[in-house]
Each structure stands twice: as C-alpha cells, then as structure tokens.
C-alpha cells in the first residue's frame, strides 16, 4: 500500500455573513492500494460525458461511507460502493469522476 488518499466528509461552517456553507475537510488520511483505474466515455442523453472509475484497497478504515468522498493525486472522487475484505479487515473503495469534476 504506497499510494495515500484522503477521505473527506462534509461540514458546515459559516460564512463572513453567518450563514452555514458546507465544505469538505479531511475524516481520514489513508495508505491505499490502486487496484483498478480506467476511463470511460459515454453517450447520455446531454452528449457525452468523460468518467473516471478508481478503485482502492485500505486497511481497517473505519466509517467510511458513501456521503464521503476521496481525493487522490489532486483529483477528487465520489464513492460509489464499499466493498469489505476478508472479516472487515480491510475495504474496497469504488469512486467515480465525471469529466473534469466530482
């Protein structure tokens, strides 16, 4: 496991007027294996559009779920499925890109 992701949950945090806006901070700090990476390009029904699928492997994670998200190499991914490995010792972490943002 040589590769290192972030996970990152939504928070709320007011404004310079008070208002609550929700941003992405780091949950966890992980060491992952990149399993699987590809891109893809497909036609619905606005045109075509890029997508980006990745799939990690980590160690004993924690709470992680689908409301998170993961950034790897400065791109940011939505997760898709969660997948545990062997007695929850581990998990797969499937996440999707589409075109140039999450």
Do not use: W
Not at 64 to 74: L, M
Not at 83 to 93: T, V, W
């Amino acid at each position: 496991m040589r590769h290192i992701i972030d996970v990152q949950a939504v928070s709320s945090e007011p404004d310079e007027y008070g208002t609550p806006q929700e941003v992405m901070t780091r949950f966890k700090r992980l060491r992952a294996e990149v399993i699987q990476q590809s891109a893809q390009e497909y036609i619905r029904s606005q045109g075509a559009i890029d997508e980006t699928v990745m799939l990690f492997r980590v160690r004993n994670p924690g709470g992680i779920t689908t409301a998170h998200r993961v950034t790897y190499q400065g791109e940011t991914y939505n997760i898709r499925e969660l997948a545990p490995i062997e007695n929850d010792r581990g998990l797969e972490i499937r996440c999707v890109r589409f075109g140039g943002d999450a």
